[in-house]
Structures are given as structure tokens and as C-alpha cells.
């Protein structure tokens, strides 16, 4: 079976707070993707990033760091700095390489930037 | 990126009436497309997967005769929502998968925001 499970429904940080995104899986495929999206008010989803199973390295982009950890099962996504343009609803899914494209998205974080 | 559009991005229809969505992949062949529909403050519920020139897979719940998809060609997909009443009233956005992506990727649509009266 496949899940995602973002237990965090809802987070508000001040303004240049760090902020944590927590995003925990299940899958029996042994090769998957990971994705973290954005989904701001205008209701488009933005694609943030990608992992496979295999490259547990940690990537940083800009104010955007995702932290990768198969023993525990987890995909974290940090903002540092939080800005009032980071406000919006963040999703992770997975994609397991025999269920094809097919998306497993999680509930979602709703985070509110207050300035 | 791939890109992935939708139209119309925002309909108003009368209770009873049919209502039309389409997704085009715009550089790209999309042999795999996915609907999903979004209550407010919801996750994205998939509906159904189409393929090309085959049937449209629905999920468990999912009226196939309520919402009708169409994959005519690897760049169109449509999804009708037939005889639409208030409940029907939701987001629906559509997805494409690449044929020569190795990544299991999808592209998403702007999202079609759908108000039934």
C-alpha cells in the first residue's frame, strides 16, 4: 500500500521564523519518487522537488532544504527565513515505480507567514 | 518544465447542465493522464487515469457515467461532468504524465474551478 501521511494540518510562523514540513510514507515498491509541491491561493500546484529511492542526499535550494531519511521513512522540507510569499498549502506525494505515474498525495500543511 | 494547460480555468453552470474540461499538454506527448478533484482545504482526490486511445480507469466512488473522460490524443484530455449539480461544485485539476520520462513525473494543470447553481 501506498501512503503519505503530513500530520502537521496546519502551522503559522512569524516572519523570518524557520519552519519544518514534515512528510512521512509508506511503500512496498523498493524503487519510488518523493515530491513536495505548492499550492499557493491561486490553487496551481508548484512543483518544488523530486527524490528517488536511491539518492538519500539532503538538497538545498535557496531558503529550501529537504531532508531525505529512509530508516525512519521521512521526506522533511525546511523554509529558512520564512517570508510572507511562502504562505500556502505544501504537499508531498509519492510514486511508486510498479504503480506507474500514479500520485499519492498527502493532506497537505497549510502554512501561514504572519509579517 | 512540461506544461500542462486547462480550460477553462473557471466556470458558472446552472444545475442540470454538462460541463466540459480540457487538459493539453503543450510540449509534449502525455500517453498517461490523471483528473483530480479538490474540496476546499482538501488533498487532491484522484478520479481517474486515461490513456490514449483506451477507456479511462475510475477509482472506487468515482460515477463514470457522472464524469466523462476522454484521451482522443497524447495531447487532449477531457472530462465532462454530466447533468452537474451543487455537489459537483469543486477544483478539478488534470495531470500528464510523459511517455519518454523515466522518473514517474507528472505535469499539472492550472486547475479548472468549477461552481454548479
Known amino acids: 500500500a501506498q501512503k503519505v501521511t503530513q500530520a502537521q494540518t496546519e502551522i503559522s510562523v512569524v516572519e523570518k521564523e524557520d519552519v519544518t514540513l514534515d512528510c512521512v510514507y509508506e511503500?512496498?515498491?523498493?524503487?519510488?519518487?518523493l515530491f513536495w509541491y505548492k499550492q499557493p491561493p491561486s490553487g496551481e500546484l508548484v512543483f518544488l522537488i523530486r527524490?528517488?529511492?536511491?539518492?538519500?542526499q539532503n538538497e538545498i535550494s535557496g531558503r529550501y532544504s529537504w531532508n531525505f531519511q529512509k530508516s525512519t521513512s521521512s521526506f522533511n522540507f525546511t523554509i529558512t527565513a520564512s517570508q510572507v510569499v511562502d504562505s500556502a498549502v505544501y504537499f508531498c506525494a509519492l510514486s511508486g515505480w510498479n504503480t506507474g505515474n500514479q500520485f499519492y498525495f498527502g493532506t497537505g500543511t497549510s502554512l501561514t507567514v504572519i509579517p | 518544465g512540461a506544461v500542462v494547460s486547462q480550460h477553462p480555468s473557471r466556470v458558472i453552470c446552472k444545475s442540470g447542465t454538462s460541463v466540459k474540461i480540457e487538459c493539453r499538454s503543450l510540449d509534449f506527448q502525455a500517453t498517461t493522464m490523471f483528473w483530480y478533484r479538490q474540496f476546499p482545504k482538501k488533498s487532491l482526490m484522484l478520479m481517474a487515469t486515461?490513456?490514449?486511445?483506451?477507456?479511462?480507469?475510475?477509482e472506487q466512488g468515482v460515477e463514470k457515467d457522472k464524469f466523462l473522460i476522454n484521451h482522443a490524443s497524447l495531447t487532449l484530455s477531457t472530462l465532462t461532468v454530466t447533468s452537474a449539480h451543487p455537489e459537483d461544485s469543486s477544483f478539478y485539476i488534470c495531470s500528464a504524465g510523459s511517455s519518454g520520462s523515466s522518473y514517474n513525473e507528472q505535469f499539472f494543470g492550472p486547475g479548472t474551478r468549477l461552481t454548479v447553481l
Open positions: 486515461s490513456n490514449e486511445g483506451s477507456k479511462a480507469t475510475y
Open positions: 527524490r528517488n529511492s536511491f539518492d538519500e
Open positions: 511503500t512496498r515498491d523498493t524503487t519510488y519518487y
